[in-house]
């Protein structure tokens, strides 16, 4: 981050420098871009835990008596690919200055985080019935930025005007959506005595960031006023979680939130987990067979603080209308 700032004020400096011993031959003009985008990841990383699980596709085989895994594989990604529409408001001061600010709201493809298949889940001896978990967890990124950007336009010939710009990425409002959906098959022998659906809707919110981008691009004279313009953009931030909100919990399609307790529904995140948190691996509940569970179930859950990759490569199409 700190390279990129750097190579940023250098670049701001030689481009204002270049603007004081240039003749201006248009006058000061304000314009505004209307453009889409589609962007692809550049950069994978390994997802962070999900619900306690590594992102890991596993894969389980055997009975009751030799379930074992049989596969791993890790599970890696970024939420870089996606689509976003945006507004920007540009300021030219010479022929070869300018500024803008973009206002953009980005929606990420769906990406699964952490999977697995047929993995033994409990046995009662009472009743000989063995329960087997099937699961897959999806994250989706949604996020309004701004985006203010130095502009250095290159020159116009034949209708055309190549342009360079810079600037950095600060995230306005966003939420990491993970919607995890559990199948439990309960079998005695062969047969099938029940199944159970559990779907989750998990909303992870950010800590404030900031990220870089830099584009390469060129508009085209449509008319007097309007041209259509095509850009390049690499962008490269990454966010880590605050807070993790369960905001929908069903079980065969019937509202169970309810059931569920305050350190199951809510999670802060932190740098640093200690005696002093909310975590059953620092204080396990042992006044219960479970100690998976926490010792203040009406507090929020501790959990170490993870993050992901929203690096991308896209294409904005769009028009542009000069005052």
Same mark, same amino acid.
């Given at each position: 981050?700190?390279?990129?700032?750097?190579?940023? @004020?250098?670049?701001?400096?030689?481009?204002?420098?270049?603007?004081?011993?240039?003749?201006? =031959?248009? /006058?000061?003009?304000?314009? *505004?871009?209307?453009?889409?985008?589609? *962007?692809?990841?550049?950069?994978?990383?390994?997802? $962070?835990?999900? #619900?306690?699980?590594? $992102?890991?596709?596993?894969?389980?085989?055997?009975?009751?008596?030799?379930?074992?895994?049989?596969?791993?594989?890790?599970?890696?990604?970024?939420?870089?690919?996606?689509?976003?529409? @945006?507004?920007?408001?540009?300021?030219?001061?010479?022929?070869?200055?300018?500024?803008?600010?973009?206002?953009?709201?980005?929606?990420?493809?769906?990406?699964?985080?952490?999977?697995?298949?047929?993995?033994?889940?409990?046995?009662? /001896?009472?009743?000989?019935?063995?329960?087997?978990?099937?699961?897959?967890?999806?994250?989706?990124?949604?996020?309004?930025?701004?985006?203010?950007?130095?502009?250095? *336009?290159?020159?116009?010939?034949?209708?055309?005007?190549?342009?360079? &710009?810079? @600037?950095?990425?600060?995230?306005? %409002?966003?939420?990491?959506?993970?919607?995890?959906?559990?199948?439990?098959?309960? +079998?005695?022998?062969?047969?099938?005595? =029940?199944?159970?659906?559990? +779907?989750?809707?998990?909303?992870?919110?950010?800590?404030?960031?900031? #990220?870089?981008?830099?584009?390469?691009?060129?508009?085209? &004279?449509?008319?007097? %006023?309007?041209?259509?313009?095509?850009?390049?953009?690499?962008?490269?931030?990454?966010?880590?979680?605050?807070?993790?909100?369960?905001?929908?919990?069903?079980?065969?399609?019937?509202?169970?939130?309810?059931?569920?307790?305050?350190?199951?529904? %809510?999670?802060?995140?932190?740098?640093?987990?200690?005696?002093?948190? =909310?975590? /059953?691996? *620092?204080? /396990?509940?042992?006044?219960?067979?479970?100690?998976?569970?926490?010792?203040?179930? =009406?507090?929020?859950?501790?959990?170490?603080?993870?993050?992901?990759?929203?690096?991308?490569?896209?294409?904005?199409? #769009?028009?542009?209308?000069?005052?």
């Amino acid at each position: 981050m700190k390279k990129n700032l750097f190579l940023l @004020g250098l670049l701001v400096c030689s481009m204002t420098a270049m603007a004081q011993t240039e003749t201006a =031959n248009k /006058p000061e003009s304000w314009y *505004f871009k209307l453009g889409g985008s589609y *962007f692809n990841q550049t950069a994978s990383t390994e997802f $962070p835990e999900v #619900g306690g699980q590594a $992102p890991n596709r596993d894969v389980y085989a055997g009975t009751l008596t030799n379930n074992k895994l049989v596969s791993r594989e890790s599970i890696t990604g970024s939420f870089g690919q996606g689509f976003r529409s @945006g507004i920007t408001a540009g300021y030219r001061f010479s022929t070869r200055i300018g500024v803008e600010l973009s206002a953009n709201y980005y929606i990420s493809n769906s990406k699964t985080m952490a999977e697995t298949t047929d993995r033994l889940y409990g046995y009662n /001896p009472a009743t000989t019935v063995a329960t087997y978990i099937s699961f897959a967890a999806d994250g989706q990124i949604k996020a309004f930025d701004l985006a203010p950007a130095v502009v250095m *336009f290159l020159g116009e010939a034949h209708g055309f005007e190549p342009y360079t &710009k810079v @600037g950095v990425i600060v995230p306005i %409002h966003g939420t990491l959506d993970i919607k995890t959906n559990r199948e439990l098959v309960s +079998y005695v022998g062969n047969n099938v005595v =029940n199944t159970t659906n559990i +779907y989750s809707k998990d909303v992870v919110k950010p800590n404030p960031t900031i #990220g870089f981008m830099a584009s390469l691009g060129t508009s085209y &004279k449509l008319g007097k %006023h309007i041209s259509a313009f095509a850009e390049l953009e690499y962008r490269n931030f990454t966010v880590h979680g605050k807070t993790k909100e369960t905001t929908e919990y069903t079980v065969n399609g019937q509202d169970a939130l309810g059931t569920r307790t305050a350190s199951q529904i %809510h999670t802060n995140y932190h740098k640093k987990l200690d005696v002093n948190s =909310n975590n /059953p691996l *620092f204080n /396990p509940d042992t006044t219960t067979a479970d100690t998976a569970d926490t010792t203040r179930p =009406n507090d929020a859950m501790d959990e170490l603080s993870s993050y992901v990759g929203i690096s991308g490569l896209g294409l904005t199409l #769009g028009l542009k209308y000069s005052l």
